[in-house]
């Protein structure tokens, strides 16, 4: 099995910083990319950074120059650095792995349970 985890979300005033973590791990061989969504209250999820094993990341154009994501692959882990943050950064934020396992050698698309960043005076 593969578990995905979420860590640092929380409340934080405008034009503040959070940082997020994402750790995978289980039957892992490769993680071909990890991506960060959100999902505002009454909105539809949607991507918010992405990094594959070997391209550059790609970032939705309204978090570019305010967020950046970053991989670790030795250690499984994709964490996201936020500054600048407004109140339309309020959101759940969503860790995505797709993962090649060790046991049937495919591919395979993992969530996290999703942690709450909150950004209010």
């Known amino acids: 099995q593969v578990q995905v985890v979420e860590s640092g979300g929380g409340l934080v005033q405008p034009g503040g910083s959070l940082r997020l973590s994402c750790t995978a791990s289980?039957?892992?061989?490769?993680?071909?990319?990890m991506t960060w969504y959100r999902q505002a209250p009454g909105k539809q999820r949607e991507l918010v950074a992405t990094m594959t094993k070997s391209d550059s990341p790609y970032y939705k154009e309204s978090v570019k120059g305010r967020f950046t994501i970053s991989r670790d692959t030795a250690k499984n882990t994709a964490d996201l650095q936020m500054n600048s943050l407004n109140a339309e950064d309020t959101a759940v934020y969503y860790c995505?792995?797709?993962?090649?396992?060790?046991?049937?050698?495919?591919?395979?698309?993992?969530w996290g349970q999703g942690t709450q960043v909150t950004v209010s005076s």
């Open positions: 995505n792995a797709i993962v090649v396992r060790a046991i049937t050698g495919g591919r395979y698309s993992y």
């Open positions: 289980g039957d892992i061989v490769s993680i071909y990319a």
